[in-house]
């Protein structure tokens, strides 16, 4: 028999209430252990919580029970809404663990039982796990489509239109002496493979906003030692995240400050002053912030009146930084009735900004706003959010565009790439070969869900 399993499914304690959540075969008799009586499914009921060995009472609280298969894990499960308290909460996980074939759920243990029995699919797995991850409004409403199911469902879609193209090549070559199988079936199944090879190639196209999404924009604040860039930071980060003093070369390492701007995620990320340096740990220092700015959406380059210029020699950056990489220059103790310069097109060259007062850095923070809104344009539509779904959707059109251009190959064969990619989409939900992934999805889903 499966082990029933247990855990604390809320919040750290104390607390006013806390949720210790049961799930297996055994719930329904540890639900009357306990209580006396099974609640009627799906009905909170205040009931006395007594320990069935000691015929002590434990405590007294709501209790729920859900039968299976109507539950989220998809077998029976009983709640216990009970104080608290760290006693109260280490003594009813201590009496649960009394029963026979009982322990305690492991990480994202309850949501692994939801995946195994058909509740959930991967993505859903995966959008649950980053639900509980959110920051920000925008990551939420993401997450919940995704853990809803929205983005499954555009995978399986593709993935049986991908079935169905096979069982019309096999029906054309298999029956094709059979007057009631039209012919040049596989005609219109070419058709419909390269339709189809262009939705998925416009969605992972799009999906390049749910990855950033998701993990947030890398913004690098660079400059050379005492450019402002410091000072910068705590103002923005409203607190002193950061040493400043007039001695070059503070900052050693990269600091961050995670920002929420109107529901966009976006790190801010501090770093050590570019310059020619003897010292062993600020050179180590200059190397990071180099790294990162390879990896970044986006480059604040700090500067002083009369102070180095993102190219000048001396900064060495030129030949460092990706072309793609757009930079900004933040003039530092700058006028504040200065407006920001900009191009031909609109877009923002340079902004002045000071630490001095809250509307010193307003129009640094609008602009950021506004990059992060063109940037992170993901609409209602289900997107791609891991570099998991992006490998697996690649490789889905490989098999498409192979089994589209072989037009020299037998059909069979063709058919046989039409599998790959119907394969690479049942990856991604879950449904083919998936079980090396879980352990590290599961892991990251706290325990008690």
Same mark, same amino acid.
């Given at each position: 028999?499966?082990?029933?399993?247990?855990?604390?499914?809320?919040?750290?304690? =104390?607390?006013?209430?806390?949720?210790?959540?049961?799930?297996?075969? @055994?719930?329904?008799?540890?639900?009357?252990?306990?209580? *006396?009586?099974?609640?009627?499914?799906?009905?909170?009921?205040? /009931?006395?919580?007594? &320990?069935?060995?000691?015929?002590?009472?434990? &405590?007294? *609280?709501?209790?729920?029970?859900?039968?299976? =298969?109507?539950?989220?894990?998809?077998?029976?499960?009983?709640?216990?809404?009970?104080?608290?308290?760290?006693?109260?909460?280490?003594?009813?996980?201590?009496?649960?663990?009394?029963?026979?074939?009982?322990?305690?759920?492991?990480?994202?243990?309850?949501?692994?039982?939801?995946?195994?029995?058909?509740?959930?699919?991967?993505?859903?797995?995966?959008?649950?796990?980053? @639900? +509980?991850?959110?920051?920000?409004?925008?990551?939420?409403?993401?997450?919940?489509?995704?853990?809803?199911?929205?983005? *499954?469902?555009?995978?399986?879609?593709?993935?049986?239109?991908?079935?169905?193209?096979?069982?019309? +090549?096999?029906?054309?070559?298999?029956?094709?002496?059979?007057?009631?199988?039209?012919?040049?079936?596989? &005609?219109?199944?070419?058709?419909?493979?390269?339709? @189809?090879?262009?939705? +998925?190639?416009?969605?992972?196209?799009?999906?390049? /906003? *749910?990855?950033?999404?998701?993990?947030?924009?890398?913004?690098?604040?660079?400059?050379?030692?005492?450019?402002?860039?410091?000072?910068?930071?705590?103002?923005?980060?409203?607190?002193?995240?950061?040493?400043?003093?007039?001695?070059?070369?503070?900052?050693?390492?990269?600091?961050?400050?995670?920002?929420?701007?109107?529901?966009?995620?976006?790190?801010?990320?501090?770093?050590?002053?570019?310059?020619?340096?003897?010292?062993?740990?600020?050179?180590?220092?200059?190397?990071?912030?180099?790294?990162?700015?390879?990896?970044?959406?986006?480059?604040?380059?700090?500067?002083? =009146?009369?102070?180095?210029?993102?190219?000048?020699?001396?900064?060495?950056?030129?030949?460092?930084?990706?072309?793609?990489?757009?930079?900004?220059?933040?003039?530092?103790?700058? &006028?504040?009735?200065?407006?920001?310069?900009?191009?031909?097109?609109?877009?923002?060259?340079?902004? =002045?900004?000071?630490?001095?007062?809250?509307?010193?850095?307003?129009?640094?923070?609008?602009? @950021?706003?506004?990059?992060?809104?063109?940037?992170?344009?993901?609409?209602?539509?289900?997107?791609?959010?891991?570099?998991?779904?992006?490998?697996?959707?690649?490789?889905?059109?490989?098999?498409?565009? /192979?089994?589209?251009?072989?037009?020299?190959?037998?059909?069979?064969?063709?058919?046989?790439?039409?599998?790959?990619?119907?394969?690479?989409?049942?990856? +991604?939900?879950?449904?083919?070969?998936?079980?090396?992934?879980?352990?590290?999805?599961?892991?990251?889903?706290?325990?008690?869900?």
């Amino acid at each position: 028999m499966e082990s029933t399993i247990y855990a604390l499914s809320s919040g750290a304690v =104390p607390s006013g209430v806390a949720v210790i959540r049961v799930s297996g075969p @055994l719930t329904r008799d540890i639900v009357k252990a306990l209580c *006396g009586q099974v609640p009627a499914e799906r009905k909170a009921v205040l /009931s006395r919580i007594t &320990d069935p060995e000691r015929k002590e009472l434990l &405590d007294e *609280g709501l209790v729920l029970f859900f039968e299976g =298969p109507r539950s989220f894990t998809g077998e029976d499960v009983a709640e216990f809404h009970c104080h608290g308290g760290r006693a109260v909460v280490a003594r009813l996980l201590e009496v649960l663990g009394t029963f026979e074939n009982t322990r305690p759920a492991e990480p994202g243990e309850f949501t692994r039982r939801a995946f195994d029995r058909g509740r959930m699919d991967l993505t859903a797995v995966e959008g649950l796990a980053d @639900l +509980i991850a959110a920051e920000t409004e925008i990551q939420r409403k993401q997450a919940v489509r995704q853990m809803g199911g929205a983005l *499954g469902k555009v995978y399986e879609d593709w993935r049986r239109r991908l079935i169905h193209m096979r069982a019309m +090549i096999e029906a054309d070559f298999d029956f094709a002496d059979e007057e009631d199988v039209p012919g040049s079936v596989a &005609d219109e199944v070419w058709s419909e493979a390269r339709a @189809l090879r262009g939705e +998925i190639s416009a969605h992972l196209e799009r999906s390049r /906003s *749910g990855e950033r999404l998701r993990s947030g924009l890398q913004v690098v604040l660079m400059g050379a030692p005492n450019a402002g860039k410091s000072s910068l930071l705590n103002a923005i980060a409203g607190r002193d995240v950061a040493i400043v003093t007039e001695e070059a070369g503070t900052t050693r390492d990269v600091i961050e400050v995670h920002l929420d701007l109107n529901g966009y995620p976006l790190t801010l990320v501090d770093t050590a002053g570019i310059r020619d340096t003897e010292g062993r740990i600020e050179k180590e220092g200059i190397r990071r912030a180099k790294a990162r700015a390879q990896e970044c959406d986006l480059i604040l380059w700090a500067m002083e =009146p009369g102070g180095v210029a993102i190219d000048d020699p001396i900064s060495g950056l030129t030949a460092d930084l990706r072309r793609d990489v757009p930079h900004w220059v933040i003039l530092t103790k700058a &006028d504040l009735e200065t407006h920001p310069k900009q191009d031909s097109s609109g877009t923002i060259k340079e902004i =002045p900004c000071s630490d001095k007062n809250e509307a010193g850095t307003r129009v640094l923070f609008e602009a @950021l706003t506004h990059f992060a809104e063109e940037t992170i344009s993901v609409g209602e539509a289900p997107l791609a959010t891991r570099e998991r779904h992006r490998a697996y959707l690649s490789e889905c059109l490989k098999g498409l565009a /192979s089994a589209i251009g072989s037009t020299h190959l037998p059909t069979e064969l063709r058919a046989e790439d039409l599998r790959r990619a119907a394969d690479a989409l049942g990856r +991604i939900t879950g449904r083919i070969d998936v079980e090396d992934l879980l352990d590290v999805i599961y892991r990251d889903i706290c325990i008690g869900k």
